[in-house]
T-cell receptor, first 117, second 114 residues
């Protein structure tokens, strides 16, 4: 498809379990973002990649959160030792150009809904 | 402290009438503003944007107004249609006109009744 895809769409994890969330951005898009959306809230920025380089990870809530984009396309967000407060929708967005160089649209995937029991 | 605020959690409008969704911000460094629309179980879809050098941007039935002195923007939908029923998020960026690190409001749920 032409849009951003994410998998799995839903994930139930037991507290303490590690999870990996995948994002397939639009082909050729340079910039990739991860956001976390808690229930009743707007999306909150987690991290930003320019190609394979992670240029901003200031939004990652703890060192249990790790993201990578090794070949500058697919990205994985990993959460180690999940906690109940990690329950949220995790959104991935991609953008054709570089962040900081002029207004462009971020295109969002459908999100992965994570529930930690 | 919330930098982007949407103070109305919900709005109900009759089909054919105008919908006005409001957004306030506190960071004077924000220079690019966007509205996204979100249906249940889908990701946010870009709707319309405005740069801080403008005070109005129009796209079909959608118009965004920016009042920089009041740090306020609004989205007008005219005429409203039942298919417009969704959650609308206001977002802002401080990356010189690009969409780097977007800051979102909590959203306003719009219901357009036939």
């Amino acid at each position: 498809g032409a849009g951003v895809s994410q998998s799995p769409r839903y994930k139930v994890a037991k507290r303490g379990q590690d999870v990996a969330l995948r994002c397939d951005p639009i082909s050729g898009h340079v910039s990739l973002f991860w956001y976390q959306q808690a229930l009743g809230q707007g999306p909150e920025f987690l991290t930003y990649f320019q190609n394979e380089a992670q240029l901003d990870k200031s939004g990652l809530p703890s060192d249990r959160f790790f993201a990578e984009r090794p070949e500058g396309s697919v990205s994985t967000l990993k959460i180690q030792r999940t906690q109940q407060e990690d329950s949220a929708v995790y959104l991935c967005a991609s953008m054709p150009g570089l962040a900081g160089w002029g207004g462009e649209t971020q295109y969002f995937g459908p999100g992965t809904r994570l529930l930690v029991l | 402290d919330q930098q982007v605020k949407q103070n109305s959690p919900s709005l109900s409008v009759q089909e054919g009438r105008i919908s006005i969704l409001n957004c306030d911000y506190t960071n004077s460094m924000f220079d690019y503003f966007l509205w996204y629309k979100k249906y249940p179980a889908e990701g946010p879809t870009f709707l319309i944007s405005i740069s801080s050098i403008k005070d109005k941007n129009e796209d079909g039935r959608f118009t965004v107004f920016l009042n920089k002195s009041a740090k306020h923007l609004s989205l007008h939908i005219v005429p409203s249609q039942p298919g417009d029923s969704a959650v609308y998020f206001c977002a802002a960026s401080a990356y010189g006109g690009s969409q780097g690190n977007l800051i979102f409001g909590k959203g306003t749920k719009l219901s357009v009744k036939p």
